[in-house]
C-alpha cells in the first residue's frame, strides 16, 4: 500500500488525524497533507471535516473496503513468509459471540503453535458478522446461518436454548415448562442480534406464543443478575448455562429451540496460512469428538451432528440471516 493510501485508510479506521498520528508513530501535519495530496490528486473529498472529528464520504467509504482488503492481503503475505518456518510467530484476530466454543479452539491452537499470538472481541452475532466482512477479525464463530458465497463456515456445534428462574419463582419447581408459559411472563432478552433471542422469538412466532413483557439487557452478566434479583424469567443456551444455586433451569416440553456455532472466516482468505492453520485445529477437534463422543462433556453436541457437520464442511458457506 503506498504511503498516502496508508494515510487514508489509518485515519479511517482510527476516526481522526490525531489518532492516526499516534498510530503510525508520525506527525499530524504530516498525516493531514497525505491524505489532502491523495484528495487532490485525484480531485475527490475523502471525509467530511467537522472540528476535530472526521466522517467518510461516500468515495471515502468505498475506498476503505479496498484499502481493507490491501491491509489483509499485505497481513497474509507477512503470515505466509513466516509460515514457511513452521508458524513460529504471527497474529490471529478472531471474534465470537461467547467465549465458550472460542476458548476450547484457542486452547487446542495454542498447544500447537505456541508462538502465535492471538487476539479475541466477545460481541453478539451481528457485530461479530461486521468485525469479519470489515477486516477487523481473521476467523469468526458465529451462528444464525445462511448461504452466502463470501464466506467459508464450518459448523461446529448445536445446543437447545432452556428458560431459567431464580429460586424464588413460581416455576422454580417445575421440570419443565411451556413455549405457551410465556403470556403472562416479563422476560428478560439479550440486545437485538443476539443469536439466543432471535431464536427464541422465532419459537414463539411459530408456535403462536406471546411474552407477557420484556426487559432488553445488553450483557449476559446483567442478564444472569436481572434473573438472579427476580425481574423476570431469562433466555439462555444450555450449553451456557451455569449452575447457581439461586438459579433454576427450565427445559421446554413442547418447542425444540437450539442455538448453533460455525467457525467462519472470508472465503477469499480461507487458505491464508494462520486462517487455515486454525480451520486445521477446528477439524481435528470435531474429528475427535465425533470419534469418541462419552469422552466429551455433558454439555458437548451429539456425536452424529458432528459427523454430519464434517461431511458438509467442505461446501457450507455461511453468513448472519
Not at 475523502?46 to 479496498?66: A, C
Not at 405457551?180 to 431464536?199: K, Q
Not at 426487559?215 to 442478564?223: H, K, N
Amino acid at each position: 500500500m503506498d504511503t498516502q493510501l496508508r494515510s487514508f485508510h489509518t485515519v479511517a479506521v482510527h476516526g481522526g488525524f490525531t489518532a492516526a498520528a499516534k498510530a503510525l508513530n508520525i506527525g499530524q501535519p504530516t498525516i493531514s497533507s497525505q491524505v489532502k495530496a491523495l484528495e487532490e490528486r485525484y480531485r475527490v473529498e475523502l471525509f467530511h471535516r467537522r472540528g476535530r472529528s472526521v466522517e467518510l464520504t461516500e468515495t471515502g467509504r468505498r475506498l476503505l473496503e479496498i484499502t481493507q482488503r490491501i491491509a489483509s492481503l499485505e497481513a497474509e503475505a507477512v503470515d505466509l513468509l513466516k509460515a514457511v518456518g513452521g508458524l513460529r510467530s504471527g497474529h490471529l484476530k478472531v471474534s465470537a459471540v461467547g467465549p465458550y466454543h472460542v476458548t476450547e479452539m484457542l486452547s487446542a491452537f495454542r498447544e500447537r503453535y505456541p508462538g502465535v499470538e492471538f487476539s479475541v472481541r466477545i460481541s453478539n452475532s451481528r457485530e461479530t458478522l461486521n468485525q469479519l466482512m470489515e477486516y477487523r477479525a481473521d476467523v469468526a464463530v458465529l451462528a444464525h446461518t445462511e448461504d452466502d458465497p463470501r464466506l467459508h463456515a464450518v459448523p461446529y456445534s448445536r445446543h437447545p436454548v432452556i428458560a431459567f428462574v431464580n429460586s424464588d419463582h413460581p416455576w422454580s419447581k417445575r421440570k419443565s415448562i411451556s413455549i405457551h408459559d410465556f403470556a403472562n411472563e416479563h422476560v428478560i432478552l439479550r440486545e437485538v442480534g443476539s443469536t439466543t433471542r432471535l431464536a427464541f422469538e422465532a419459537a414463539l412466532e411459530r408456535a403462536g406464543a406471546h411474552m407477557g413483557g420484556y426487559t432488553e439487557i445488553g450483557s449476559r452478566e446483567a442478564v444472569w443478575l436481572a434473573v438472579e434479583r427476580g425481574m423476570g424469567v431469562g433466555i439462555v443456551s444450555e450449553f451456557e448455562f451455569i449452575p447457581h444455586p439461586r438459579l433454576h433451569p427450565l427445559p421446554f416440553k413442547d418447542a425444540e429451540i437450539y442455538t448453533y456455532a460455525h467457525v467462519v472466516c472470508l472465503a477469499e482468505r480461507r487458505h491464508g496460512p494462520l486462517i487455515k492453520a486454525f480451520f486445521d485445529v477446528v477439524e481435528d477437534l470435531l474429528t475427535a469428538r465425533a470419534a469418541n463422543p462419552a469422552a466429551q462433556p455433558k454439555r458437548a453436541v451429539d456425536g452424529a451432528y458432528l459427523r454430519e457437520s464434517q461431511r458438509n464442511q467442505g461446501s457450507r458457506r455461511a453468513t448472519l440471516r
